[in-house]
DNA sequence: GATGAATGAGAGTTCATTCAT
DNA sequence: GATGAATGAACTCTCATTCAT
């Protein structure tokens, strides 16, 4: 069930050094990828950006896609260790999906550059390393059917089992739509608005109190 | 209001010959483009695929992202065109929405891969023709505005009028959705029962009878 | 029997223009490959050399190895055209076997710096090529075991049919010995004298009169 | 007359750990040339190969080019050993010629590889080490030499003092020649075949029975 | 209006060598 | 004496674009 995650080869030996310059490549790759997308970004500018030459860049990579690969964990990694930490599973089903929600929305709106940044540049990867951050995204998805199965078993949320998968998919829309949509829905709303606009959507279809 | 559309100038004279060989290129750079991406595929390929030399596609276009400008806006025609054609203005808004959403979902399956093509390649775009392929993209949601004001007005929808730009994006949100995790949801549903279920999500907020 | 020679792919359409930059390439790199080696010629130096820039020079070719199989493939054929002008078949095999020995030294002592050149650099072509090139040395060969077989005929050289190739190869080998040693050889005989010393060696096996 | 080896400086002081050292290189180096050529043998692989690091490497050595001279060398080095441990310099000058041509292409078959490796790289080798390497090739073709005079002197070879020294470089290229034209070679004849017909070839010409 | 040969800046990647530890 | 991380010049190859025919 647990695949292991892709394991970049490096030609140096210290991991506790590897872990290091590899979160210089990404926090350096992230801004200049953000700005300038994968394709326009060289792997020169990673180096310099990242503080050293460009053979030491590939001390630690094997390939550009190797980095925008590093990138992607590192966000959806991010995500969904903001996510987990603003959520406490206490009370029921109901209240810790409102919360998620809210936090949630609040994380795709911290983040919306990076998050908007996997979905331009994930088709550049080779096709393995593809398939592992598209399951990087089900683990986040999986976090929204785990509250909402919760809330099943409490009674506090009504929704058949055969579409939690799609709520929670809905869910995560909703949230990347406000990544997609910002340039328009700030036009209208602030992420608060957005935010109790869109809890309200959800919930009328899955409220018990009806 | 209405800002024209880019022109593209181009070194021939003959205004049905340009139309002419740019729908080639379209038809050609679509293909390459879905199966390739706009930066792997190479203006000799569109070229070559186009049924000319590549001197010939320079009189039609001034740059590689000329291209990928003709081709966003070819396909954002074409969902505005079908889902136009498929809607008869009849009946009270309610009844012109659940038709327009089902058109508009099946629309979506049916071109998945050209929408996720703009989706993923928009970004490469200059910022002007940028743009303009975002207003496209409002002049589609302004299609479901347009219904929702008409159920408003006949009292077949009840919407606050401020939420009615949200509505129409959810709207497209959810279609896109569609586009965007059909390797997920197509695991657990068709389109039908997705429609059914996306519409009964939607209406569920904005039905008059409650 | 004549398996195809290896054809090497083109960008450009106009077969006349190719085989003309193709014999610029070569002439280029014939010199370059001898005075810096293969490995330590850059693609940029045979483009300058060859007239025309890195680009142009990638239209004719698909990889460097490709300019060392056009190389090595040219100076076969120089050694093979210039060898058959030399010989007449006319009279015994004898007489045209002398008169070919002593074209085939002059030949290699006239090309021996291209001749060594296939030596040191043949390695480094890819597997297919390196067959191709060493199949046109057993064609030269197969040139003095025609004429071995025609004095054979003729009576006038004694010389079991089974040792006719190992003949031939030790022509051969006499011949690229001048080419090889010519450092040490030039300081004891001119190549007037190792001909004739050689060609007695060879005779002394062979010759029926005895 | 006798130049020294080249020396190449080290910056270890042991003099017994240097040889040692170097020996390590040589075979690992050895393996790795004949396998992948010089040029695409990279100084990583070679101190992997040799079991240190690549910066012990470079204590030992100065450059890449020591390396191929080391080995180069070495080959030499043994090719002569074997070839002296081969010969007892009993007998007639003509028999001791036997024996010796024998043994000598006893040892070209035994070290194919390695003696077609020193044609192949010695080119990429600096000029200095370069002559160093082809005097080491003159030194075995002394012995020949030296036995071809010592049968002079005592009657048993007739040959003519000044073409000693072609008659010992035909001898080194036939041997040669089984290394290069090996694959040709061994369809017709097996080594003691191509021996003894090598030989007849050249004591027809040298032999005082008649 | 169509062709396609020519261009060359610029890309990703390699690897011999150094030097602080 | 041994290590291996760091360096950056240099490499091969690509491709959007131009322009003479």
Known sequence: MLEKRKTIPSLVKDPKLIEKRREQIIEAAVDLFIHKGFHKTTTREIARASGFSIGTLYEYIESKEDVLYLVCDAIHNEVETRLREAITFNGTGLK???????????????????????????KSLPKEALRYVLRREEEISAIFEEILRKGIADGSIRLDEKHVKLMADNIMVLGEMWVFRRWTLKKHYTLEEYTEKQIDLLLREISVAH
């Open 96 to 122: 810790i999906l409102k919360m998620a929600l809210k936090s949630f929305f609040r994380v795709m709106d911290q983040m919306s550059d990076r998050v908007l940044l996997i979905y331009q540049e994930t």
